[in-house]
């Protein structure tokens, strides 16, 4: 994800691991052919987490990547402590950057403040056998609040890789960028979904890397699809329990604010093909003009969408809904959220779909740029064959094309429409030279 700067659906029945066919991954490249299981302590039953204690609003961390092997390093037994390479650092960076976004924890470079909120220690350790096999080593310090010793310090989040060669060449979508994400989830706290660390059978219906980057699951078995490609930025519930932590981004919720988050660059070859968006109540804009693949985009909040080839790899998290979409060249489906959305028309075939007679209205009206009559459609068959029978009023349902004297055209749709009476439409949406064709009203 480039910043300018579902409820979840219901998956299918989840097949163990071991059980899934991939016949397009190379068995080498697949996400869940190492297990990622690491040495986290105790994680899962601790409410531990960093906390703001300068009272700014902000979780500040901060990052060396120049300590040494600490205190969890030499219990492990670990050896060949070594620290990130150029490559791991700049990938380690972008995480934190798409984190710090959403959320209130910000990253700073090691001596760039008198006193953090906490600090993370991250390097490598040697790939040999006397090490395991485990791809990530972490631990989370039980640091507790000392009255009388307010100035003592806490302990660091002590963070390692196993530093063999594809590791080491990281970036984000291969494994490398996958066991650092694995890494910086864990020293914020975050447990796996499946605490069980002899299982890889999954411990809920979402339990699938396509909703959070700590399961051993791969994403395909909740309907995801990323094409062979690690996952290396904080899913859907990663984010979500990373808000709950720590908070949404305070600057987020401001309305006044306008984000745009930049989906062309999911087709770059070294680029994250996953990213959730969690900024709350600010503007957000939704772009994906460049792709060539076929799109279903959904801006309701708790949803995924489908760009750039891959399925379900954008998500948005409960609260958060999409004002604005351009849409790529292919053939898209766009599903209009509650809020008013100004969408963008690509130059394929384009359905827009309402599934309420609410999410466009004569006071919040959405606008389908470039529609183009013959080509594009739009849906609003959800609702416009649900009649209001035994009800005591007078007409019927009623749709029918405005034609501005400016040239707008606006489709209208009245759920009770009483000629001898009229009053404003329930459901108003403008696109130019749209014709009664043009209007999906039956399933």
Known sequence: ???????????????????????????????????????VDNLATRSSRWIDKDGNGKIDIE??????????????????H?????????????????????????????GTLEKPDGTINFGNFAPV????????????????SAPHNPDKPDEPAEAYVRGDARNLKANGRNRGGHALAHALLHAR?????????????????????????????????????????????????DMAALQLRYGANSESRDKSLETEYDANFITQSDTAVTFTIASGDGHETLLADKDTHDQHINLNHGTFSSIG????????????HIEDVATGSGTNKIIASTVTNSIILGSGQNTVVFNNSWDSTPRDTDILHHFKSGTDK???????????????????????????ADGASYVRYWSVYNPADPSEPDFKVRADGVQMSDIITKK
């Open 309 to 320: 080839g891959f399925t379900n790899n954008v998500a948005i998290t409960r609260g958060t």
């Open 1 to 39: 994800m480039n910043i300018n700067p579902p409820v979840p659906m219901m998956p299918p029945t989840v097949t163990p691991t071991e059980n899934l066919p991939s016949p397009h991954i190379d068995p080498d490249t697949r996400p869940a052919a190492d297990t990622y299981w690491s040495g």
């Open 378 to 404: 739009i849906d609003i068959s959800e609702f416009s064959q649900k009649l209001y029978n035994g009800t005591f009023t007078g007409g019927t349902p009623h749709l029918d094309i405005q034609k501005a």
């Open 63 to 80: 990052v060396d990547f120049s300590a040494g092997p600490g205190s969890y390093f030499k219990k492990l037994g670990l050896t060949g």
């Open 189 to 237: 706290g975050l447990p796996h979904p499946n605490p069980d660390d002899k299982s890889n059978k999954p411990a809920n219906p979402t339990d699938s890397q396509g909703y959070s980057l700590l399961s051993s699951v791969p994403e395909t078995a909740t309907g995801h699809d990323f094409q062979g490609n690690y996952v290396t930025r904080a899913q859907l519930h």
């Open 82 to 110: 070594s620290q990130l390479s150029a490559e791991q650092k700049q990938e380690l960076i972008d995480q934190m950057i798409d984190i710090s976004h959403e959320t209130n924890l910000v990253f700073h470079d090691k």
């Open 129 to 144: 056998p006397s090490n395991g096999r485990n791809l990530v080593q972490v631990n989370f310090p039980e640091n507790t």
